[in-house]
């Protein structure tokens, strides 16, 4: 994927490990690298997104808006939220598609939350 495509608060699919390290698999992510840091650099930092909201640690989840038929701004077609405690380092050719975009107001809390 060209990297001029993405920008800071795109939501992507990518191949991620879990929290743990383990069990590598296609996820959805918020990057959440500076946008003109993306077209400098062959990685990008990203916050996973999860369904499983009762596992995040307290104090780091953000819900994301959604809609069944996923014809909504972030894409995402099912209640989620933004794991503010689960970064992710990946190389731009990790990245399989752009799904959508974060809202603003969830994307400057989701930047606030992962400076704690």
Known sequence: MPPHQLRQGSIVFAEVLDEHGYNPK????????????????????????TTKSDLVPTG????????????????LNQECVAACHWLVELELASIKTIAGHCPTIQLDEILLKILQ
């Open 26 to 49: 296609t996820r959805r992510v918020v990057v959440v690298s500076p946008s003109d840091e993306i077209l400098q650099n062959s990685t990008i930092v990203a916050v996973a997104i």
């Open 60 to 75: 780091f989840a953000v819900r994301l808006p959604y809609h069944p038929s996923g014809n909504c701004r972030t894409g």
